[in-house]
């Protein structure tokens, strides 16, 4: 099967502009967990190789609580991905970030309720450590990166992951303020819990196409004109993203990865080894198969 380096999650229209820039391959992957949200093209981009996937499948049709997120990861993993650069559209939660920048989340607040958020859910018990969720060595590559840009990027702020699909009342936006939130969105978890499980390192790049509802819009702008605003903002999110994504693909093989990501399970896995199960074992081997040689 061909391999791949890095791996970009994103909308659909990160999708469209990629494949503008490349050209790419579907190919077809089977996991544990059905298939994902829709086979990742394989690409090369700037001398690395990467695999996309449309996290909301062709033509946007998957909601965020339905989004295959662990056969998302799953099929990355099995591709040979190392690590994984996503974006999507967030709401912004604070005055200084303004539609159509970028941020490089570094927390986040889970608010989910509906999602399976581990691998490790049957037979064996594995407690990964996520009180820095986002790759350390990932954000500083984006980071980095983004000097040669003339948009504005927040090289940090926390990521609040509501359940949705329905957006935010205007008292839950307010808490999500008092919680310390600087954006928010509906798809970042538990993407990032199953990239750590998954021992791939994991960076977010935050969209923010409107101010949430915690700021009420200007009454006398029609919400035709509002909604085409935010798509617009959207729009010009995508292609900054794109942008960064690019610098920091032509950086990706000279910067220092120093981070744990990589060896995440090496402590996390609490189950007695010989007790586990075989067929356990044999799913979930492109996960654990290096800590089990000496079973």
């Known amino acids: 099967m061909a391999q791949a380096e890095v791996g970009i999650i994103g909308g659909t229209g990160l999708g ?11 190919v077809y992957v089977d996991t544990p967990f059905g298939p994902p949200s829709s086979p990742p093209v394989l690409s090369t981009w700037e001398g690395v190789k990467i695999a996309f996937i449309a996290r909301h499948g062709p033509g946007h049709r998957l909601n965020p609580s339905c989004v295959p997120y662990r056969a998302n990861i799953w099929t990355l993993k099995k591709l040979g991905v190392s690590s994984i ?3 999507g559209a967030t709401g912004s939660l604070r005055e200084d970030i303004h539609p159509g920048e970028l941020v490089i989340c570094d927390q986040t607040i889970d608010r989910t309720f509906r999602r399976a958020s581990t691998f490790f859910d049957e037979g064996i018990v594995a ?22 840009l003339t948009v504005n990027i927040h ?26 939130a600087n954006v928010i969105g509906m798809t970042c978890l538990p993407e990032a819990k199953l990239a ?13 196409t409107d101010y949430d509802c915690w700021r009420k819009p200007d009454p006398t702008v029609a919400h035709e004109a509002l909604l085409a605003q935010i798509f617009a903002n959207l729009q010009g999110a995508t292609q900054n993203a794109i942008s960064l994504i690019r610098e920091a693909l032509v950086r990706y093989r000279s910067h220092p990865l120093t981070c744990g990501c990589r060896d995440a399970l090496k402590l996390a896995i609490w189950s007695d080894k010989t007790r586990i199960d075989p067929y356990i074992r044999k799913r979930l081997d492109p996960l654990i198969g290096r800590y089990f040689s000496d079973v």
């Open 196 to 208: 750590r499980e998954a021992e791939i390192c994991y960076a977010l790049v935050a969209l923010p």
């Open 85 to 87: 650069i996503a974006s």
């Open 127 to 148: 407690h990964v450590e996520f009180a820095d969720p986002f790759c350390a060595s990932l954000r500083s590559l984006l980071s980095e990166s983004a000097a040669n």
């Open 155 to 180: 090289s940090a702020g926390t990521y609040v992951c509501m359940e949705g699909p329905q957006f935010s009342t205007r008292a839950e936006s307010q808490l999500h303020r008092q919680m310390g």
């Open 16 to 26: 469209d502009s990629l494949a503008a820039e490349t050209d790419g391959e579907p």
